[in-house]
């Protein structure tokens, strides 16, 4: 668990964060969210004392991140960044392995270590272990990136704007697979992005910022039906906000009894892609299938149209 109290941070005449206070709870994966110079960057790197507060402090775990020699405090903790940071004459493994290796892990430990995190990210070991950074392509130096970040097993991992540089279909792909690789280890993650969009798919939690600000704290869900500002009512798209509440529930919440023809939607797709996908093929309603391919009912456009005019 993090808590950040009274967090500040000011350059001489300009409070670049200003007074912010919030929970990140074990195993949440928070959205920091918020246009160009809101301060999510700066605080982000508070957190791992990348930049020292001037007021205020961070406690991991309870325990105060000002007591901690940096070096083990950054040790502790994961860092991605958008243009994944690899070191470009090492290899593949050998990125990964940096951290493990500056705290003396065995080599065995450390292969291992490897080995487990290519295969999670689905990069298969024998074809880019011993590849260099500059013979992949931007999704894999992404996954790479994070791997290396993941290495030590930490109970944190900080991430600013690692998509950012992602092309929106590999984007996609890059945040369902973060999400997968979360939920299955359940690290503890703070995200910085400045796109809405993202937050909303990857957050149990969004921190909304505006000119040093924390503005609202809260569930994507409720940000979407209860914005608490005018400016975050402008940043989600009011007339986006139904179809974006669509994308937080998935198609085994909306199953129905009955058969409908046509190619099965995965129980776990999100209603949204289910709405695109029945209004693309012009069918009335859907099969819906589990993860053993059995089919468990229905999901109807007529339902979901309803669903997305009608919030709540």
Not at 3 to 11: D, N, P, Q, S, W
Not at 93 to 106: C, S
Request: no cysteine; charged share 25%.
């Amino acid at each position: 668990m993090i808590a950040i109290e009274g967090l500040t941070k000011v350059y001489g005449s300009e409070v670049a964060v200003d007074d912010v206070s919030m929970i990140v709870e074990a195993g949440d994966l928070t959205v920091v969210v918020g246009a160009s110079g809101a301060g999510k960057s700066t605080l982000m790197r508070m957190v791992n004392r990348l930049i020292e507060p001037t007021a205020g402090r961070v406690l991991i775990d309870g325990e105060d991140a000002a007591g901690l020699p940096v070096h083990e405090l950054r040790r502790r903790i994961g860092y991605a960044i958008q243009n994944h940071g690899l070191f470009p004459h090492r290899t593949v493994a050998q990125n990964i392995a940096t951290v493990p290796t500056l705290l003396g892990w065995d080599r065995r430990r450390i292969a291992a270590r490897v080995e487990d995190l290519l295969r999670l990210f689905q990069l298969d070991p024998a074809t880019f272990a011993r590849r260099f950074p500059h013979e992949l392509s931007g999704g894999q130096q992404q996954r790479v990136g994070v791997a290396r970040a993941l290495a030590a097993e930490p109970k944190l991992l900080l991430m600013d704007e690692p998509f950012g540089a992602l092309d929106p279909l590999v984007r996609a792909k890059a945040q369902d697979d973060l999400k997968a690789i979360q939920r299955q280890l359940s690290t503890t993650i703070i995200l910085v992005t400045h796109d809405m969009e993202e937050a909303i798919r990857l957050g149990d939690r969004i921190a909304v910022m505006d000119a040093g600000k924390l503005i609202q704290y809260a569930p994507p869900a409720e940000i979407l039906v209860h914005p608490a500002t005018p400016f975050i009512g402008a940043l989600i798209g009011i007339g986006d906000r139904p179809f974006r509440l669509l994308s937080l529930e998935t198609a085994a919440q909306e199953v129905e009894p009955g058969e409908a023809e046509g190619a099965a939607v995965a129980a776990d797709a999100d209603l949204r892609e289910v709405l695109a996908e029945l209004l693309w093929s012009r069918r009335a309603a859907a099969p819906v299938a589990g993860r053993d391919g059995r089919v468990i009912g229905r999901v109807t456009l007529a339902r979901l149209i309803e669903r997305a005019g009608t919030p709540t």
